[in-house]
């Protein structure tokens, strides 16, 4: 299975690599993430427990992270086993590019799977592999620039709410460094 998308973050690409390297902002971006230890150097180990159509599995592996050129690209590898219902592989290639303001990060995934989610067919794979990017992208997006913004109040409800910050709040992890 092959994946490439793009996403634009409003932050600098040195706040956005930091984020790719940080355990705890990787271990709240993973949907399912149950633990992730270790480090950006000697590489991590992950438990996540995914449902992939019927089979729920829970899945214990490793990410290393290679081919690093600070703050531009890097290389993620990762591959974990799910006892019965299989085994997963893969890797993506990171890059982050200064735009604007802030960093079009644009990744290009290539993963297989094996074992009886194989067996659920391309379709249901492809479908969860590209939902599960999106949510740990929007998670990671959303950890460094704040949630998404609601939607304009009218006047009624904006005198309701004075005092209130127009200003977009930062994200936790934009907090954490800045």
């Given at each position: ?146 949630p998404e913004q609601e939607a304009p109040v009218d006047a009624a409800d904006a005198s309701a709410d004075e005092g209130t910050q127009d200003t977009p709040k930062k994200g936790w992890f934009r907090r954490l460094i800045g």
């Amino acid at each position: 299975m092959k994946l490439a998308e793009e996403r634009h973050i409003a932050a600098d690409p040195a706040t956005v690599w930091a984020a790719v390297l940080n355990p705890q902002v990787l271990q709240a971006c993973v949907p399912g993430c149950e633990s992730l230890t270790g480090s950006p150097t000697d590489g991590f180990e992950a438990v996540v427990v995914q449902k992939v159509g019927p089979v729920k599995a829970r899945f214990t592996g490793t990410v290393t992270l290679s081919e690093m050129n600070e703050p531009h690209s890097l290389r993620i590898t990762g591959e974990g086993k799910g006892g019965v219902a299989g085994f997963a592989k893969g890797g993506a290639f990171v890059t982050m590019t200064a735009e604007g303001t802030g960093t079009k990060l644009t990744y290009d995934v290539d993963a297989s799977v094996g074992g009886k989610i194989a067996q659920l067919g391309s379709r249901i794979i492809d479908g969860f592999a590209k939902n599960f990017a999106e949510e740990f992208f929007n998670r990671f997006q959303s950890a460094i620039e704040g949630p998404e913004q609601e939607a304009p109040v009218d006047a009624a409800d904006a005198s309701a709410d004075e005092g209130t910050q127009d200003t977009p709040k930062k994200g936790w992890f934009r907090r954490l460094i800045g």
